[in-house]
């Protein structure tokens, strides 16, 4: 396994904008998604990379507004969330993408919250 942090969390009003990262501790970063759980809800997938590493693939709720990319140079992972809606409130996780629909080395999450 390799070690994630999220930060980056925070309280925004309804269109603003976050930006959450993930700190790994190795190389893995197009292995790293974002998943978030809602209140009362089932912990739900928001975004990856292909397994090329090339593109990434979005959850049909955040398609267009949220963005996943990568920094080698300071071994992070950012969703950079833009046009943020009361429904994106959540604890946003991190995690290592081992194939299968399978994931582990699940980060601490971070509060993400937007007020309408």
């Known amino acids: 396994q390799v070690q994630l942090a999220e930060s980056g969390g925070g309280l925004v009003q309804s269109g603003g904008s976050l930006r959450l990262s993930c700190a790994a501790s190795?190389?893995?970063?197009?292995?790293i998604a974002w998943f978030r759980r809602a209140p009362g809800k089932e912990r739900e997938f928001v975004a990856r990379?292909?397994?090329?590493?090339?593109?990434?693939v979005y959850a049909d709720s955040v398609k267009g507004r949220f963005t996943i990319s990568r920094d080698n140079a300071e071994n992070t992972v950012t969703l950079q969330m833009n046009s943020l809606k009361p429904e994106d409130t959540a604890v946003y996780y991190c995690?290592?993408?081992?194939?299968?629909?399978?994931?582990?080395?699940w980060g601490q999450g971070t509060q993400v919250t937007v007020s309408s």
């Open positions: 190795g190389r893995t970063l197009r292995d």
């Open positions: 990379f292909t397994w090329s590493g090339q593109n990434a």
């Open positions: 995690a290592r993408n081992i194939g299968g629909g399978n994931y582990d080395s």
